[in-house]
């Protein structure tokens, strides 16, 4: 992978991600960071990406909405978007899914649980 | 109040911790270091559904840039104000996460707020509160809850 964008309101859980990624082997990785899901859309628009992780709570343009734009978008709509959240649950996550997520990981996210979710897309 | 609400309150506050900087949280023991209110950082976030409440997180700026530095694995004295109130609302914001999905039944749907600083550093809440005092690393810190749904059985 060479560019990963990463959007989150908050810088503390970008950084958390940012050193997960670096743990499970995608530290080579360009990664951009986004304050919300507008910003990220700019990022995506601007320069081809190959995984987007995204949180769904975030001022401006939440992740679901986020979601909804990359998976309309002609240009990008195979782009992976895998959503991190503190407001997953079951239902929640059959609807992310159905909105064409990749996957939904529920916070604190560990590297093991990252690593087990991007397997697909590293293999 | 029911023992399964302090269970999972304790629950979801010790899973963040020791997920995000591998700190392990205890209840309040005789000895727990004590801050003034000036040396603590309360963020709220805000419950809208399916019960209205609310959350505070009150933990002592000096904690908060030990967490910090595990996180970011920067030294305390290079972690900063803002990284400081940014890990507070970070905090709450994944604790609310992993107590409603504990708390509520089933797969029930839940919306949050965003995390804010609470500059008075009050909890002034218009719902019923319950409060629990927690220690990491002998640092005393506070959890309060508050939303009449949550104290109704």
Do not use: W
């Given at each position: 992978m060479n560019r990963i964008v990463i959007a989150d309101d908050s810088a503390t859980?970008?950084?958390?991600?940012?050193?997960?990624?670096?743990?499970?082997?995608?530290?080579?990785?360009?990664?951009?960071?986004?304050?919300?899901?507008?910003?990220?859309?700019?990022?995506?628009?601007?320069?081809?990406?190959?995984?987007?992780?995204?949180?769904?709570?975030?001022?401006?343009?939440?992740?679901?909405?986020?979601l909804k734009w990359v998976k309309s978008s002609p240009r990008l709509h195979d782009l992976p978007v895998l959503v991190i959240t503190s407001a997953g649950n079951p239902a929640k996550e059959q609807e992310l899914l159905s909105?064409?997520?990749?996957?939904?990981?529920?916070?604190?996210?560990?590297?093991?649980?990252?690593?087990d979710a991007l397997k697909p897309l590293l293999s | 109040m029911s023992e399964k609400l302090e269970r999972d309150i304790f629950s979801a506050l010790s899973t963040t911790l020791e997920n995000m900087a591998f700190m392990e949280v205890e209840l309040e023991a005789?000895?727990?270091?004590?801050?003034?209110?000036?040396?603590?950082?309360?963020?709220?976030?805000?419950?809208?559904?399916?019960?209205?409440?609310e959350l505070y997180l009150g933990m002592p700026k000096l904690l908060l840039r030990k967490i910090a530095s595990s996180v970011y694995i920067m030294p305390e004295e290079e972690i900063s104000d803002q990284m400081v109130l940014d890990m507070v609302c970070e905090l709450i914001n994944t604790v609310a996460g992993l107590f409603l999905n504990a708390?509520?039944?089933?797969?029930?749907?839940?919306?949050?707020?965003?995390?804010?600083?609470i500059t008075d550093g009050q909890e002034d809440s218009p719902f019923e509160m319950k409060r629990w005092n927690y220690q990491v690393d002998n640092d005393l810190f506070s959890l309060v809850l508050a939303g009449d749904g949550f104290f109704d059985s």
């Open positions: 859980a970008r950084m958390f991600i940012r050193r997960c990624l670096e743990i499970v082997g995608l530290g080579e990785a360009t990664l951009v960071e986004a304050e919300h899901g507008r910003e990220a859309l700019s990022l995506l628009k601007e320069e081809d990406a190959d995984l987007l992780l995204t949180d769904l709570n975030m001022p401006v343009m939440d992740g679901a909405t986020l909105l064409g997520a990749f996957g939904v990981l529920n916070k604190p996210v560990s590297p093991a649980v990252l690593m | 005789e000895g727990a270091q004590t801050y003034p209110a000036e040396e603590i950082l309360v963020s709220r976030l805000l419950i809208h559904d399916p019960i209205q409440g708390y509520l039944p089933g797969d029930q749907t839940y919306s949050l707020g965003l995390p804010e600083e």
